[in-house]
């Protein structure tokens, strides 16, 4: 039974010269994801024996984007083209017995569910190949499928190649390819470079197979939205848009509320609970979870953060390596860097930066605050512009604020130090020391008034 678990082979050794970037066309991010590793995934639904994956040149990064993923990678020297690619996995493949699905790692548009009806028109036609293609309005830049007079697939024609006539031809070949390992490899070694780019094509499996009496099947994807090639940044921006779509309607569809789907922008491995509310310009990145009854309004920018249930960002957020309790409200233009973690019903109000800080339940601070390197208790309250002053110049410090206490406005906390619970620290002192239970810290000259003064120095109204 095992046995006819496919194998995927993920051509990605290209050069990719059409995005003209330092990264590797394949790692270019599609909702935060490298767009090799939305090919890799839908192996894993498919539940394949192998996963392999074809590195050129830059194998390095591609290992490093591929580490936790089951895969195997296998190198291309030098790229020869997609046939040559192909035949690099010959020796890892060796021993696999079930059908053998390669695939261009720059179409991550598929879902399993085309792959595994290709893989079962395969099995149902018991044919020596089967192959994706799609009938496209614009198919330039495909390479184009040719048929019989009696509708079989007979070859297919890159654009380069083709005369007018193929080139009028809108059913396109989409790079997704079924054989067994047996076949694919025999039939590859009679692949040629004789065509305009001097490369070894992929796409000759078609005539040879049927040259050597092999039978060809063809299945057609029933969205063109599965068919784009991404090999330029238009084509990225528009595989970014249609996945987008694809990614928020299944969010509207669990009950989540987007404003408006064309501006709201959530990473593949992201979670949101029912009933809360993304606005316009709403942005969850890598691995983002809130919880239910959430807002998030707009521009906020949530990263690898969690958000507890009923809690409302508001907007121009961000939000980075963060946990934020429930019930809390946070915003606008609040800025929560790594391992903040805010208790239940905390509030962090506008132009409030907090770091590397543990705040306790129903926490306070409503403005213009920093706390950083901090452990503050529940039911504190930070004034207007209270600071923990976590820097010497050289090494960080903490800050220790217990339950209920009170920083008043402008009060810088020079770390380390300790606030003990239910203390008050006058506005404007700076404290070096500690405050015990229940006391009042003041640090500052006592107020003066000189009489007159005004009058002394210009002289009488008039
Ligand atoms: C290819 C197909 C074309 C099809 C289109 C679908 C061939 C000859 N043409 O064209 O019929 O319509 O895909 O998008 O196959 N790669 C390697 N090594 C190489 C060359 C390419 O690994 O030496 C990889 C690339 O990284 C890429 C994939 O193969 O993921 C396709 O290569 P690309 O150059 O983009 O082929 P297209 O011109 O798009
Ligand atoms: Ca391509």
Not at 209 to 214: A, D, I, L
Not at 257 to 285: F, M, N, R, W
Not at 364 to 382: E, N, Q, R
Request: proline content about 5%; glycine content about 12%; hydrophobic content about 40%.
């Amino acid at each position: 039974m095992n046995s006819e678990k496919p194998a995927l082979v993920i051509l990605a050794a290209g050069r990719g010269t059409r995005m003209r970037s330092q990264l590797p066309k394949i790692l270019h991010p599609l909702c935060g994801r490298p767009m090799l590793l939305h090919s890799v995934a839908l192996a894993r639904e498919l539940d394949a024996e192998r996963v392999i994956v074809v590195a050129g040149s830059e194998s390095e990064a591609i290992e490093a984007a591929l580490v936790g993923w089951d895969v195997e990678i296998c190198r291309q020297s030098e790229p020869l083209g997609t046939a040559h690619a192909a035949l690099q996995a010959r020796s890892a493949l060796s021993g696999h017995e079930g059908p053998v699905l390669v695939t261009n790692g720059d179409h991550p548009l598929y879902r399993a569910q085309t792959f595994r009806e290709l893989l079962e028109l395969f099995r149902a036609e018991s044919c020596e190949l089967a192959l994706l293609t799609a009938e496209l309005p614009d198919p330039s830049g495909y390479g184009r499928i040719l048929r019989d007079g009696e509708g079989r697939v007979t070859s297919i024609v890159e654009e380069r190649d083709a005369d007018a006539g193929a080139r009028r031809i809108r059913e396109v070949n989409l790079g997704a390819y079924v054989a067994r390992a047996e076949h694919l490899f025999t039939a590859l070694d009679k692949v040629g470079d004789d065509n305009a780019k001097g490369e070894f094509y992929l796409t000759d499996l078609v005539e040879i197979t049927r040259r050597t009496g092999g039978r060809v099947a063809a299945a057609e994807v029933g969205d063109p939205g599965e068919a784009l090639g991404v090999n330029d940044r238009v084509q990225l921006a528009e595989a970014e848009r249609l996945l987008r779509g694809r990614i928020n309607r299944q969010w509207m569809e669990r009950g989540v509320t987007l404003v408006d789907p064309e501006h709201t922008y959530i990473d593949v491995d992201c979670e949101i609970g029912p009933d809360s509310v993304l606005a316009p310009g709403a942005q969850l990145k890598r691995g983002t979870r809130v919880g239910a009854d959430c807002r998030i309004d707009a521009g906020a920018v949530l990263e690898a953060s969690e958000v507890g249930a009923g809690s409302w960002i508001k907007p121009h957020c961000w939000v980075e390596e963060s946990r934020v309790g429930p019930e809390c409200i946070v915003g606008p233009s609040a800025h929560l860097r790594p391992g903040a973690e805010l208790g239940p019903g905390c509030r962090v109000g506008n132009y409030v930066e907090i770091k590397n800080s543990k705040l306790g339940a129903g926490t306070k601070a409503d403005h213009l605050s920093y706390i950083g390197d901090a452990d503050v208790g529940a039911g504190v309250t930070f004034a207007c512009g209270a600071v923990t002053v976590n820097y010497d110049g050289r090494d960080k410090h903490r800050t220790t604020i217990g339950d209920d206490a009170f920083v008043g406005c402008n009060a810088n906390l020079i770390a380390p130090v300790t606030i003990e619970p239910r203390a008050f620290v006058a506005a404007g002192s700076t404290i070096t020391a500690p405050v015990p239970a229940g006391a009042l810290g003041v640090e500052r000259a006592r107020q003066r008034n000189v009489e007159g003064w005004r009058e002394r120095k210009f002289g009488p109204e008039t």
